[in-house]
């Protein structure tokens, strides 16, 4: 009788284990669909990526033959051709200071007119920010003719800064819709004690607000630097000198109107691509906490 109630209990104890493995296995098995689902996605979004640095190092016939191969033999000096044949040191000078003093400007200007609007009460506040937000739906580039004659006027035209002054203007708009958004979701109980213990509204801006603003400043950050950096229509427009070209419009040189140097085409590409690598490894922590702050 004794074997037979532990010949029982060994069995009723196999089969919990077996249900519990075959609920793990039902559990598991929507994970493994989603994690197949990223995976295919990203294998998606890397492929242009993998086929735009493979293509890179290869050679022009090699290319046209065979456009989804893989280099048989590296054509590293593609990278020097680039670099030394078509003013591209210009052109990556021009882009790095356009992206980069315009979005220093862009974040000062539009984190201090969101700051003013969250925290100030005036009558015109509500109207004024429907006009920076009427920016959102009415696109800068319908009005490039008024434009061109302002910069014009003003003997903008053809010149690094006056490109830089546009970029942010058409950007402007949707960085005080995201700055204003975290603004109002801030308490204001820190800043009253700042205040309290002295602060003027400056130092409340600058040493308070600001460092607890940085997720949402790495997020417009990270979207300004990539849309500016790939600006083409403003720089087709306002920029005539070579020497003043950015990336996007100096690749032109590379495009031909009857043939195209397509491996020299893909190593400037590639060479542009790195500094939009590194702004979002150095702010893709800062970017991940603006997102999920905003889905909260």
């Known amino acids: 009788m004794a074997t037979t109630s532990v010949t029982g209990a060994e069995r009723d104890t196999e089969r919990r284990m077996r249900q519990q493995r075959h609920i793990e296995r039902r559990r598991r098995f929507p994970a493994l669909i989603s994690y197949a689902v990223l995976v295919l996605f990203a294998i998606i979004e890397m492929y242009p990526i993998f086929l735009m640095l493979a293509n890179s190092l290869r050679s022009d016939l090699d290319i046209l033959s065979n456009p989804l191969g893989l280099p048989t033999q590296p054509q590293f000096g593609n990278y020097v051709e680039i670099w030394e044949r078509s003013n591209f040191p210009s052109y990556f000078m021009n882009s790095v200071y356009v992206t980069g003093v315009g979005l220093l400007v862009l974040l000062l200007i539009s984190s201090m007119a969101a700051f003013y609007l969250a925290r100030f009460d005036f009558r015109w506040n509500k109207a004024l920010l429907m006009v920076f937000l009427l920016g959102l739906t009415l696109p800068l580039k319908l009005a490039v003719v008024p434009l061109f004659m302002l910069m014009q006027s003003l003997d903008l035209l053809d010149t690094r800064n006056g490109l830089l002054l546009v970029l942010v203007a058409e950007r402007l708009s949707f960085a005080i819709f995201v700055l204003y958004g975290f603004f ?57 000198s070579d020497e003043l070209r950015t990336i996007p419009l100096g690749m032109l040189t590379i495009v031909g109107e009857f043939s195209t140097e397509w491996a020299l085409l893909f190593a400037g590409l590639t060479l542009s691509s790195v500094p939009m690598i590194i702004a979002f490894v150095i702010l893709a922590r800062q970017f991940m906490e603006g997102l999920t702050e905003g889905i909260r």
């Open 184 to 240: 109002i979701t801030m308490p204001r109980e820190v800043e009253e004690a700042a205040m309290v213990d002295g602060a003027n509204v400056w130092q409340v801006y600058w040493r308070v607000v600001m460092p607890m603003m940085r997720p949402a400043l790495a997020t417009v950050a990270i979207v300004s630097i990539v849309s500016m950096w790939n600006e083409f229509f403003f720089p087709l427009v306002f920029i005539r």
